[in-house]
């Protein structure tokens, strides 16, 4: 993230940004919304046989190193 990189959806990062202000950073409320988000909820396991996706509809997973633990 930095100004260089233009957001993909530049809308809903205004629409997060302006309910945060609105919650007073409420860091509660804030997980709340991006868990029991749509988004959130999908499968990080792609369809069998299914080549990388074009809009990463779902993540790669891997371990998570010591430093990152």
């Given at each position: 993230?930095?100004?260089?990189?233009?957001?993909?959806?530049?809308?809903?990062?205004?629409?997060?940004?302006?309910?945060?202000?609105?919650?007073?950073?409420?860091?509660?409320?804030?997980i709340r919304?991006?868990?029991?988000?749509?988004?959130?909820?999908?499968?990080?396991?792609?369809?069998?046989?299914?080549?990388?996706?074009?809009?990463?509809?779902?993540?790669?997973?891997?371990?998570?190193?010591?430093?990152?633990?």
């Amino acid at each position: 993230m930095s100004p260089s990189n233009d957001p993909s959806h530049p809308e809903l990062l205004n629409d997060l940004t302006a309910k945060t202000v609105e919650h007073k950073f409420d860091l509660k409320w804030l997980i709340r919304e991006i868990v029991l988000s749509n988004t959130y909820q999908l499968s990080s396991r792609g369809a069998s046989g299914e080549s990388l996706p074009q809009w990463f509809q779902h993540g790669r997973m891997r371990p998570l190193s010591a430093e990152e633990l």
